[in-house]
């Protein structure tokens, strides 16, 4: 049973920067994992906010990115956002099957 | 655009089969797209169910497999899930998303608004 993993919860400052990781059970996370990022706030379905490691979508504000990390992959936010409280989701694809991770709860503060 | 939207009963009895179909608008369920289900427990987090192609490869969550079958009917531009044998675990929101597979990329957009479904005698 493969097992994604997130970071349980986070906060950060308004204004300030943070990081969000992803890591797989199998071993490090390359673009072969294809890296999705998901924002989900409460009573919403999950927003797409980046795919394939590092692209974003045309509604993906641009102080969202991603990148790999020390073998995970990475969500990072720059100039946080009051409205970027939510819980943040990684996906990753393990060639014909996708593994969601537990999910991060980020509390700006 | 594209736009998903589940369809099923909200009430499912224990043992029984749960049945969803999701149907797509502003496009072809025949483009080259996967067309995937995921469910999300109340207070919990997202659990990939699985997805399927136009011409009906599917693959599906391992820890589901047994339980659960996914089509598509081309003629009505909709894709349906049938898990078996629920128990209350199986009690969640459950979303459609389109995934979009191009040469480097792989992306889930499209999703659909999701439906509540609740097993309970």
């Known amino acids: 049973q493969t097992v994604v993993t997130q970071e349980p919860s986070l906060t950060v400052s308004p204004g300030g920067t943070v990081t969000l990781t992803c890591a797989s059970s199998t071993g490090a996370v390359t673009s072969g994992y294809y890296p999705n990022w998901f924002q989900q706030k409460p009573g919403q379905a999950p927003r797409a906010l980046i795919y394939s490691t590092s692209n974003k979508h045309s509604w993906t504000p641009a102080r969202f990115s991603g990148s790999l990390l020390g073998g995970k992959a990475a969500l990072t936010l720059s100039g946080v956002q009051p409205e970027d409280e939510a819980e943040y989701y990684c996906?990753?694809?393990?060639?014909?099957?996708?593994?969601f991770g537990g999910g991060t709860k980020l509390t700006v503060l | 655009q594209v736009q998903l939207q589940e369809s099923g009963p909200g009430l499912v009895k224990p043992s029984g089969t749960l049945s969803l179909t999701c149907a797509v608008s502003g496009g072809s369920i025949s483009s080259s797209n996967w067309w995937s289900w995921v469910r999300q427990p109340p207070g919990k987090g997202l659990e990939w169910i699985g997805e399927i192609y136009h011409s009906g490869s599917t693959n599906y969550n391992p820890s589901l497999k047994s339980r659960v079958t996914i089509s598509v009917d081309k003629s009505k531009n909709q894709f349906s899930l049938k898990l078996s044998s629920v128990t209350a675990a199986d009690t969640a929101v459950y979303y459609c998303?389109?995934?979009?597979?191009?040469?480097?990329?792989?992306?889930?957009?499209?999703w659909g608004q999701g439906t509540l479904v609740t097993v309970s005698s």
């Open positions: 996906l990753l694809y393990y060639g014909g099957a996708r593994v």
């Open positions: 998303a389109r995934v979009t597979q191009q040469q480097l990329v792989d992306w889930f957009d499209p």
